[in-house]
């Protein structure tokens, strides 16, 4: 069966200082990976998504997640905070043959100035 | 945009009375999603469908029923609300092919008192 943690449900950092979110999954068959943002009161939004066509992925805001099968790891990463990227950040899981996505518990993201 | 709406946005319900929400799509996707969002959860899956008349339960289904008789809307019925259904409702599409990203609504905010 399909699974994700995300190691820590709060993350503080600097304003300006290195964003690392932590996603570990679980699948007997390839993943296909996403990391959404929310910010509140809102619905999520795609960040990015791995669906093996490169292990780094890029996605939208400066953020990037690196698909590491040897870790079962997808952790994302911002070289350089801003105070916008205050929200709460969801990984999830897919994979062929199933029509679900499994979440993971979130992470909330606060940056101090 | 994947032009997606949710009504009613906000709602306060006592105990023991039905509650229906409406999730409704402008493009035609196949594939809809009913989550409840609540803390230290994440996002769970409630019930999905795969096409008109169409769906199947997701992990937390109890006390949830959904139809659908036409593409755009998808219904979520709570029989009989009760104050463990108090919570923030997602609705999502799922894009293009199969392993595509999910879209989501902006959420409905219910509250069984």
């Known amino acids: 069966a399909q699974s994700v943690t995300q190691l820590g449900s709060h993350v503080s950092v600097s304003e300006g200082a290195l964003v690392l979110l932590r996603c570990n999954y679980s699948s007997s068959v390839p993943p296909y990976l996403f990391w959404y943002v929310q910010y509140p009161n809102q619905g999520l939004q795609l960040l990015l998504k791995?669906?093996?066509?490169?292990?780094l992925v890029k996605g939208i805001n400066g953020f990037e997640a690196e698909f590491k099968k040897s870790e079962t790891s997808f952790h994302l990463t911002k070289p350089s905070a801003h105070m916008s990227d205050a929200a709460e950040y969801f990984c999830?899981?897919?994979?062929?043959?199933?029509?679900?996505?499994?979440f993971g518990t979130g992470t909330r993201l606060k940056v101090l100035a | 945009d994947a032009g997606i709406t949710q009504s009613p946005r906000h709602k306060v319900t006592e105990t023991g009375t039905p509650v229906t929400l409406r999730c409704h799509q402008t493009?035609?996707?196949?594939?809809m999603y009913w989550y409840r969002q609540d803390p230290g959860h994440g996002l769970r899956l409630i019930h999905y469908?795969?096409?008109?008349?169409?769906?199947d339960k997701g992990e937390v289904s109890d006390g949830y029923s959904v139809s659908r008789s036409k593409t755009e809307d998808f219904l979520l019925t709570l029989e009989s609300a009760t104050s463990s259904q108090t919570s923030v409702y997602f609705c999502a599409i799922r894009m293009g092919t199969e392993l595509s990203e999910q879209y989501f609504g902006p959420g409905t905010r219910l509250t069984v008192t």
């Open positions: 493009e035609n996707h196949r594939y």
């Open positions: 791995y669906t093996s066509a490169a292990t």
């Open positions: 999830a899981v897919t994979d062929s043959g199933t029509y679900k996505y499994i």
């Open positions: 469908s795969y096409g008109v008349k169409d769906t």
